[in-house]
C-alpha cells in the first residue's frame, strides 16, 4: 500500500513538473485552430528551425516558466512549427515568417491577431500575448488604423514600435519616413524618438543627413551611439550602391567613397569597398574581373577551413543573379569550380549540390540530375538536411526541365 502511495504521489509530482510550462499541441496546425475555436480561445505559434540560437534558448529557458505556462495554457492553444519541415514550409510562406523566432498569435480562423520576432524574456512574451488579446493593441488593428487615416503622433510612434518589434522593416521604414518629413528633425534628435530617423534611413546629403552629421556630438549626447553610426552608414552605403551601379568610370566611384570616408568609416569598410567593385563591374558586365578579384581574395584564404565556401559562394552567386543571365562564359568558369570541388573529397557535397544548380541554370537535365542525386545521397549519409526548402526547390526545379 505504501509502494502505491509512493507512486501516485510520484505520479502527481511528474504531472506538476511537466504542466509548468507552456503545453505545446503535438498535432497540425488545423488542429490547432480547432481546438482554440471550441475553447473561445487564440492561438500562439513558436515557429522556429533546428538551428536558431534564440530557438533553443526560449524552448529551454523561457516557455518552461511557471508564469509563462500559467498565463498561455490559460488565454492560448500554443503549438510549435519547424518551418523547414511538413506543414511548417508552407506556414512559413503563408505568414512572411522571415526571421526566427516568429511568435504568431492567431485567431480560431487562422488570421494573424499579432506578431513578435526575435528570442523574449518571460515578461515580454507574457505582455506579447496580452497585446494579441487587447483589440488596440494588436497590430492587424493598428495597420488598419493608420491606413484609414489616423496619425496622431503617439499612435503613429507606437505602430512604429509595433512594427519593428515584428521585424516589417519595410513598413517600418516607410511610416518613420513619412512621419520624420511632418516636422522638424531636431524634434527626434533625442533618446526616444531618434529610432524614426534610423528606421526612415534617410538619404546621403539630404537635409536630414547634413543635420545628423553638423549635430553630431550634441545629438551623441542624447541617443545610442550605435544607432546614431548606423543611421549615417546606411546612408552612404546607399548612396555607393547605386552608384556603383550607375557609373561608368570606376574612378568616379574610388573619388565619392574617398569623400564619404571623411563622414564615416565603417569597422567592415574593407569589405564594403571590395562590395561596391564587385558591383561595378558585374555592372559593367566585366565577368572575367569580377571571377578574377573574387577567386584571388578566395586564394588568401587556401588551406583554411572557409576557402571551399567562399569558391561555392562564387559559383552560387552566377546561379542566383541575373546579372550573369546570358554570359556562358561564366556559367562555363563556375561550373569549372564546382569540378573542381568534387575533384577533393572534402568538396563532394557542396561541389555537386554547386553543379546542379549551374546545370540547372544551364538547363541540361541529364547533368544536373546527376549532380544532385551524388549531392543527396552524400549529404544523406553525412547527416544533412535533404527536406530542407531549398534542396526541395532544386530537384522541383530539375524535374520541370
Known amino acids: 500500500m505504501k509502494k502505491i502511495a509512493v507512486l501516485l504521489l510520484f505520479g502527481l509530482m511528474t504531472v506538476t513538473v511537466f504542466s509548468q510550462g507552456i503545453n505545446f499541441e503535438h498535432g497540425t496546425l488545423q488542429e490547432a485552430l480547432d481546438k482554440a475555436k471550441k475553447e473561445d480561445k487564440l492561438v500562439f505559434v513558436d515557429t522556429y528551425t533546428t538551428w536558431c540560437g534564440p530557438c533553443k534558448w526560449m524552448t529551454k529557458e523561457i516557455f518552461p516558466q511557471e508564469k509563462v505556462g500559467e498565463y498561455f495554457n490559460e488565454n492560448y492553444v500554443s503549438i510549435k512549427i519547424d518551418c523547414e519541415k511538413g506543414e511548417g514550409i508552407g506556414i512559413a510562406n503563408k505568414y512572411g515568417v522571415a526571421a526566427f523566432p516568429t511568435l504568431l498569435f492567431l485567431d480560431p480562423n487562422g488570421e494573424i491577431a499579432h506578431k513578435i520576432v526575435g528570442g523574449k524574456e518571460a515578461d515580454d512574451l507574457i505582455q506579447g500575448g496580452k497585446d494579441a488579446l487587447d483589440p488596440n493593441k494588436r497590430i492587424t488593428n493598428i495597420a488598419a488604423r493608420y491606413a484609414n487615416g489616423e496619425r496622431d503622433f503617439d499612435f503613429v510612434i507606437g505602430y512604429i514600435n509595433t512594427l519593428d518589434a515584428s521585424y516589417n522593416k519595410g513598413k517600418s521604414a516607410e511610416v518613420s519616413k513619412e512621419l520624420l518629413g511632418t516636422m522638424p528633425i531636431e524634434k527626434f534628435a533625442n533618446k526616444d524618438l531618434f529610432v524614426v530617423v534610423a528606421n526612415a534611413k534617410v538619404d546621403y546629403n539630404s537635409k536630414e543627413y547634413n543635420y545628423i552629421l553638423d549635430n553630431k556630438e550634441a545629438i551623441l549626447q542624447k541617443v545610442d ?81 572557409n576557402y571551399l565556401y567562399q569558391i561555392y559562394d562564387i559559383g552560387n552567386e552566377v546561379y542566383i543573379n541575373p546579372k550573369f543571365n546570358g554570359s556562358k562564359e561564366s556559367l562555363d568558369r563556375a561550373i569549372a569550380l564546382g569540378e573542381k570541388m568534387i575533384a577533393d573529397t572534402d568538396g563532394l557535397i557542396m561541389g555537386n549540390l554547386l553543379l546542379s544548380k549551374l546545370y540547372l541554370k544551364a538547363g541540361n537535365k541529364e547533368k544536373a540530375l546527376k549532380h544532385f542525386n551524388v549531392f543527396f545521397e552524400t549529404n544523406e549519409k553525412s547527416g544533412g538536411l535533404n527536406d530542407h526548402p531549398s534542396v526541395t526547390s532544386i530537384k522541383n526545379g530539375i524535374d520541370n526541365l
Open 225 to 305: 551611439s550605435t544607432l546614431y553610426f548606423r543611421t549615417l552608414e546606411w546612408a552612404i552605403q546607399g548612396h555607393l550602391n547605386t552608384l556603383a551601379e550607375t557609373t561608368t568610370s570606376l574612378v568616379t566611384l574610388e573619388t565619392e567613397i574617398k569623400k564619404c570616408k571623411q563622414d564615416f568609416v565603417s569597422k567592415y569598410q574593407e569589405d564594403l569597398e571590395k562590395g561596391l567593385k564587385y558591383s561595378f563591374f558585374l555592372a559593367q558586365k566585366e565577368y572575367d574581373t569580377w571571377f578574377d578579384l573574387k577567386l584571388a581574395e578566395a586564394e588568401k584564404s587556401k588551406g583554411e577551413q
